[in-house]
């Protein structure tokens, strides 16, 4: 299977406080990869680091090819990205946050268009196309901004807990999507806090303090620790506590 | 390039949509060009004498007359004692005392020679010179003519010299015309240093930026990209105060317009290379503000604007070879007002452009794609 995604004993020292400690993990070409971990236990860092908005302390990491230390341009035109912080351009209208990331992408005119009225359709959001981005609900902003950020068909694409403040029936409509995009051969790298989402993933590592703890088929993580959820793993490994 | 103008069209949108801000784009420039030329004048008017006459002689109250006649002097109070009067002065009720001791008429006779005594608050120290200044000259006259009473032949055959002033560039002495040009310029920076910082620093806030970085645009795109809208609307703005300055306050402009444009074009590069600048060491907004408003204030002060940089101390004009305020408004009025040609403003232009070089250098290599 073709890796997109290779971490290597990747490191990240801010001073004396090691963020992400040798972390070692790689991500087959259209899969799922759940990344998850309590709140400053270096998921962030590491997504940054893959994304090139951060310089590495040590170790090695490639993805779709590229190298993290030298090649962060080429990995830019390469991966799609979405964070937690919403990143559309809320005094924009949906049609003109598309056209001017396609822009930005290097999409040309044409490109942009034909894009633009795919993603309308497909999001049924012909009727709002021209509204300002700000009136949306959160669902459909979140659903947006992850065409966008595909926008430029990537091999891989990262999301920092994008699902965070919506209800469960949008979260749902929302991984629907990423499973089609996944099967199409995207490689999928997301954060959660939502132990639903992680039986969602096709495989997940949990971070503690910086350092990988686990890593498996969500299954597997359930039958290791006898669990009988996702949820019971993290309390385990997170919490250092069982909720069994 | 392609990517430059997404990033300009973007931009425009963003600004064309804000009205508040649009509005205020091009409403208070227009409106402090107004206000400042009007109200900040230092015209001395309506100077509050008290005066202290412990001679109450025909000579004394000749020369008490003298001040009541005069349009800028005010005679608020008559006091009976020096001591009084400084109280007045104290109570900032009086701007000035003039003290006509006893004897003033005997002494004028018999020696041929008497004193008063002016007492200024001189807390505003220009507004002081000014009022002993208008005094002085009031007492002068009174001088002069009992000279001429006294001694039939006129004293001006006896070679004085006569001064006859004449206001070159600005005859009619107009604090208007003064200002105008300089404020001209200092609009400028508001647009370029503050309202482009705000508008980077903005997108940091909102996390607009960390997407931007993960994207493919180089440096230079973004920073042409973000940086041009301003540079335009600052142009506009330019001209909007020319126009407003030309044809309301009826400044002349004896200069090229063209040599004004490309002063304008200069400095606005220099303002937004500050503003990017300061736009890369803020994280939040408040700090960009209080940034760019700690360099504002500086650079107003220091720039000859209000009070002439020659008269400041030695340090303050060494500081003053950084400050591009200094330099453009002295382009200003050159070419403005003397219709200075390119050779009289070059010196100007050549310590703007490395300035403008230096800073947008220093902005350039201290944005980063990264975190």
């Known amino acids: 299977m073709e890796k997109v995604v290779i971490a290597d004993k990747l490191t990240k020292k801010f001073g004396n406080f090691i963020a992400t400690n040798e972390i070692t993990f790689a991500v087959d070409k259209g899969e799922i990869f759940g990344f998850l971990g309590a709140n400053g236990a270096g998921k962030t860092t590491a997504m940054r680091m893959l994304c090139g908005l951060l310089k590495p302390s040590s170790g090695d990491a490639k993805v779709a090819g590229f190298d993290v230390y030298t090649q962060t341009e080429k990995i830019k035109e390469r991966i799609g990205y979405m964070s937690q912080k919403f990143s559309l351009y809320e005094d924009l209208t949906v049609r003109e946050n598309i056209k001017f990331y396609g822009g930005i992408y290097g999409l040309r005119l044409p490109a942009i268009k034909s894009k633009t009225e795919y993603i309308l359709e497909k999001l049924s959001l012909g009727e709002v196309a021209d509204t300002l981005v700000a009136s949306l609900p959160l669902g459909w902003k979140q659903r947006l901004a992850f065409s966008i950020a595909m926008l430029h068909e990537p091999p891989v694409v990262f999301l920092d807990e994008p699902t965070g403040g919506v209800d469960p029936i949008t979260r749902r409509q929302f991984w629907d999507m990423l499973y089609e995009a996944a099967s199409n051969g995207t490689t999928i790298f997301i954060t959660t806090h939502y132990m639903d989402e992680a039986e969602y993933c096709n495989r997940v590592s949990i971070m503690v303090d910086g350092r990988i703890q686990a890593l498996d088929t969500p299954r597997r993580l359930r039958e290791q620790y006898g669990v009988e959820s996702m949820d019971g793993v993290f309390q385990i490994l997170a919490r250092g506590t069982s909720t069994k | ?371």
Not at chain 2, 214 to 241: D, N, R, S
Not at chain 2, 273 to 281: A, C, K, P, Q, T
């Open chain 2, 1 to 371: 390039m392609r990517r430059i103008l997404f990033l300009v069209e973007k931009e425009f949108k963003q600004i064309l949509r804000n009205r508040v801000l649009l509005r205020m784009m091009l409403i208070t420039p227009i409106l402090q060009l107004i206000l400042l030329s009007y109200a900040a004048n230092f015209e001395v008017k309506d100077l509050q004498i008290t005066i202290v006459d412990s001679d109450h002689s025909t000579y004394s109250r000749r020369l008490v007359s003298k001040f009541s006649h005069i349009e800028n002097f005010h005679i608020s109070t008559y006091e009976p004692s020096y001591k009084q009067a400084s109280l007045q002065l104290l109570k900032n009720s009086s701007d000035i005392v003039l003290v006509i001791p006893p004897h003033f008429e005997r002494d004028l006779y018999r020696n041929n020679r008497a004193e008063v005594q002016l007492m200024v608050n001189a807390i505003d120290g220009s507004k002081a010179g000014i009022a002993s200044g208008y005094a002085a000259s009031i007492i002068r006259d009174f001088n002069a003519e009992i000279l001429t009473e006294n001694f039939p032949a006129p004293p001006l055959q006896n070679g004085q010299v006569m001064i006859a002033n004449q206001y070159w560039y600005n005859p009619q002495l107009e604090y208007k015309t003064f200002m105008v040009p300089g404020i001209l310029f200092e609009l400028l920076l508001l647009i370029g240093g503050l309202i482009a910082s705000l508008n980077i620093v903005r997108e940091k806030e909102v996390g607009t930026m960390e997407q931007l970085n993960v994207t493919p645009i180089k440096k230079y795109q973004f920073i042409i990209g973000k940086l041009t809208p301003f540079v335009i609307i600052g142009l506009v703005q330019f001209t909007a105060g020319l126009l407003v300055g030309v044809f309301l306050f009826g400044i002349p402009l004896e200069g090229s317009i063209l040599l004004m444009y490309m002063f304008a074009l200069l400095f606005l590069l220099l303002c937004v290379g500050l503003g990017l600048f300061i736009s890369n060491i803020s994280q939040t907004m408040q700090q960009a503000m209080f940034a760019a408003f700690f360099c504002l204030v500086l650079f107003i002060l220091l720039s000859g604007l209000f009070a002439s940089t020659e008269n400041m101390p030695l340090w303050a004009q060494y500081l003053n070879y950084l400050n591009p305020l200094k330099y453009i408004i002295e382009v200003g009025r050159n070419v403005m007002l003397k219709g200075s040609s390119f050779y009289e403003v070059q010196s100007q232009f050549f310590a703007l452009s490395l300035l403008t070089v230096l800073i947008l250098s220093l902005a350039m290599w201290r944005y980063r794609k990264t975190v």
